[in-house]
């Protein structure tokens, strides 16, 4: 069972490349995003698991550094509940295999709207 809410970025553990596979940011993404919450734009909700009274991040490294960049204190989330910290990896894994896919149709949206230069990131 999963909800969207608003929760608070420090309740989140997101430790680099252990509960997210991937281990390296992508500047320009974290940009992109940081660019289009300034305009007001609503990013898709992160996915984190509520296991016990722990928060871990599974999807969503990049949109929670954007914030956290801004000095922002709460994001979106779906809170899914997990029995353990490997909930959130597996959903990592799943979210690692769609995140290119999810990122260049991020891109491609504020290039048409001509937010981005034409052209690859």
Known sequence: MTSSQ?????????????WQLCSEYD???IDVYK???NEGVTLPP??????????????????????????????????????DCGDALSRSWIALSFARAKT???????QKHDMLPKGKP
Do not use: S
């Not at 970025?9 to 490349?17: E, L, N, R, S």
């Not at 928060?55 to 922002?72: I, N, P, S, T």
């Not at 260049?104 to 504020?110: D, K, P, S, V």
């Open 6 to 18: 608003t929760i608070l970025i420090d309740t989140i553990k997101a430790t680099d490349g252990i």
């Open 27 to 29: 500047a320009m993404l």
């Open 35 to 37: 660019e289009a919450l």
């Open 46 to 83: 992160i996915a984190v698991f509520q296991v016990g009274d722990k928060r871990f991040l599974a999807d969503g490294q990049h949109r929670l550094r954007a914030h956290k960049e801004l000095g922002r204190t709460e994001i979106n989330a779906d809170l899914f509940h997990g029995t």
């Open 104 to 110: 260049e149709e991020f891109i491609q949206q504020r």
